[in-house]
Every structure is written in C-alpha cells, then in structure tokens.
C-alpha cells in the first residue's frame, strides 16, 4: 500500500462518517444518557489527552457559547497530578466528560477509576469503546473505525456529536439542522482544495505556526499538532494577535503562518496575517468569506462559504490542517500512517495510553 494512502482514505472519507455519526445521534435517547445533568446546575469538565484535549477545548467552548454557561478542558493528567488546580472530583455538581477515541488512554482511564471511586458519574465518548466504556456508567460510543495512526475523523466526529448534545441542551434546533448541512458541504469543497493543498504542500518550510482566537483556537491547535504528527515537522500554534507580542520574530520566506479566521474577529485577525506576509512569511488563510485583500495576498487561500453558524463550522476548518501535514510527509519521504516515534496505541509502564 502507498504511504499514507489510509490516512489520505480517512481524511476524504469524513462526509460519509459525519452522516453515520448524525444519523447515530439522531436516534439517540439523550435524556437518560445526560438529561439529569444539566449544564446549568452541573459544571461540565471535558477531559483527554493529546488531540482528545484539544477536542475537549472546543467541546467546552460550544457548551460556554450555545448554553450560555462555564465549562472547561483539562487534560487528564492534570487532574491526577495537579488536582487542587481543577474543581475537585468530590464536588457533587461536576459532570465530566471523558474522551478518549480507542478507550485505552491510560490517563484517562485513571480518571476513569479515581471518579469511580469517589462516586462521581462521568459520560464517556470514545469510538473503539473498550475499557473506557466498562468504566462508565454512562457511555456514547460513535460508529467510526480508524486505523490510522493520527487522530482525524474520529476528532471530528466526536466534536460533533458533543457539539449536537450542546444545541440539545440550549434548544438550538437550529443549529443541530446546521450540523447535518456538513457533510455535503465538506463532500463539495475537498475536490476544489483538496488539489490544492497537495500542490501547496510540495515546498518546505523551516517553521510552521497555526493562529486563531476564540473557539478556533484549539481548532489551530490540533492543526498543528497534525502537521507534527503527520510530517514530523516543527509547528506552533498561538492566539492570533498574541503572535504579534514576540512570536513574529520567526517570520522569514521559510516559515509558513497558517490563520483560521474568525468572522467575529477578521478585521484584527486578519490584519495579523497581513503584516506577517508583509514581513516576508508565507500565508495560509482560512476563512467563511475571505476579504479582497486578504485573497490576494495569501500564499494559499481557502474559503469554506458556509451559510452555518460560525461555531458549527469548527471541524471543517480543520480538514485542511490534516491534508497539510499528510502531504508535506509525502513530500519528505515518510509515511503518515506510520509517523516517526508514535503509534495508534502507546504504553507507559505497563499502561496504554
């Protein structure tokens, strides 16, 4: 098989596991799954390690934004670790959420086991299922095989369906009708850009750095991680206008700064991405709409045009972070389904993780 062709597969294959996934949330009895755990009267905590962490992030984000409430993101270790630097596990009006794609994740089934202990109920999300789900008492386990090594429809999927429980709980039946557009909106736009990562990907950059703010942010952050994953290639992520504060100083014709543009905030956004090509950087752009100048001045362009609310467009922006760094492994020689040092389950004395 050539290299990457199965992380290539699961990348394109994402509509048709989004209408799996929807279609499996669609029967879904959410009462008695998370009905009596309100995000009003129960702090919701995601937790997960890696990209499940930066899955939880997002997840927190939707809930913050559409209910109206606080909910965070730790990873799993912290809470095993540092635990007066979360809510204490013992607080009654906590819900955690814990991530975990094959089931196995080590940290996470420590959490898994300690919140047992304590008497606290937890919902799982997972895909493989696995230990996870006999831990929990409450389990949501999504119809999406992956073998590849790197996180990608499983992250995606998972985002939506938590994203799905969010609009549930606010009411937003307008939103979970946003989420179910998706798939055929991704289906039309990988034949226009997915060429077009390949061909921009043919180059080599000394330096990667992925911006957004807001509920983008952990969104760059995986994309990032991707691109590291998958190319065994330096990359950062930072808020947008905090790259300004310092970060900018790597800027050269070799570096590659890659901006997920809000619509709330593209006018200062964007004007970052702006001075960074003006500095000399090669520009990535991603957007809903993209301005004038801004389309003109990117090294790469894409503009996704969809008539979803802003939040509900998160995971799209993120399949051309996964083409990105597949393609620049490609380019160097390696194999994105075998990245250097990783594999799809990892052990740490005697614990998978």
């Known amino acids: 098989m050539e290299h990457g062709a199965t992380t290539l597969r699961e990348i394109y294959s994402q509509p048709e596991v989004w209408r799996n996934c929807l279609h499996t949330l669609d029967k879904l009895e959410l009462e008695p799954l998370v009905g009596d755990k309100d995000p009003r009267s129960h702090e919701w905590i995601f937790v997960g390690c890696g990209t499940s962490y930066y899955l939880a992030q997002a997840a927190a984000a939707t809930f913050t934004i559409l209910a109206g409430v606080p909910a965070h993101a730790v990873p799993a270790s912290e809470i095993l670790i540092f635990p007066k630097l979360v809510v204490p596990v013992e607080h009654a009006a906590i819900f955690p959420v814990l991530i975990s794609r094959s089931g196995h994740t080590s940290e996470v089934l420590q959490v898994a086991e300690l919140l047992s202990q304590r008497g606290v109920e937890f919902l799982a999300v997972t895909c493989d299922g696995n230990e996870l789900v006999g831990l929990a008492t409450r389990a949501l386990k999504l119809p999406v095989t992956e073998e590849s090594t790197v996180m990608t429809s499983s992250f995606t999927s998972m985002l939506i369906a938590l994203q799905y429980i969010a609009a549930r709980f606010a009411r937003q039946d307008g939103f979970v009708d946003a989420l179910h557009t998706l798939p055929a909106a991704l289906g039309a736009l990988l034949p226009i850009y997915g060429p077009r990562v390949e061909q921009f990907a043919q180059q080599s950059f000394d330096d990667v750095a992925f911006l957004a703010q807001g509920a983008l942010y952990p969104i760059a952050s995986e994309?990032?991680?991707?691109?590291?994953?998958?190319?065994?290639?330096?990359?950062?992520?930072?808020?947008?206008?905090?790259?300004?504060?310092?970060?900018?100083?790597?800027?050269?014709?070799?570096?590659?700064?890659?901006?997920?543009?809000?619509?709330?905030?593209?006018?200062?956004?964007?004007?970052?991405?702006?001075?960074?090509?003006?500095?000399?950087?090669?520009?990535?752009?991603?957007?809903?709409?993209?301005?004038?100048?801004?389309?003109?001045?990117?090294?790469?362009?894409?503009?996704?045009?969809?008539?979803?609310?802003?939040?509900?467009?998160?995971?799209?922006?993120?399949?051309?972070?996964?083409?990105?760094?597949?393609?620049?492994?490609?380019?160097?020689?390696?194999?994105?389904?075998?990245?250097?040092?990783?594999?799809?389950?990892?052990?740490?004395?005697?614990?998978?993780?």
């Open 223 to 353: 994309t990032a991680l991707k691109i590291m994953e998958s190319s065994s290639s330096y990359a950062q992520f930072f808020h947008t206008l905090e790259f300004r504060h310092g970060p900018k100083s790597i800027v050269s014709k070799r570096v590659l700064v890659g901006a997920l543009l809000s619509e709330t905030g593209y006018a200062e956004e964007s004007a970052v991405l702006l001075e960074m090509k003006d500095l000399g950087g090669r520009t990535l752009a991603i957007a809903n709409q993209l301005s004038p100048e801004v389309r003109r001045s990117a090294d790469l362009a894409i503009e996704l045009a969809l008539p979803v609310p802003e939040l509900a467009r998160l995971v799209v922006y993120l399949i051309w972070g996964q083409l990105l760094g597949s393609h620049l492994g490609l380019r160097k020689g390696l194999n994105p389904d075998s990245p250097r040092h990783l594999s799809r389950v990892v052990t740490l004395a005697g614990r998978a993780i």
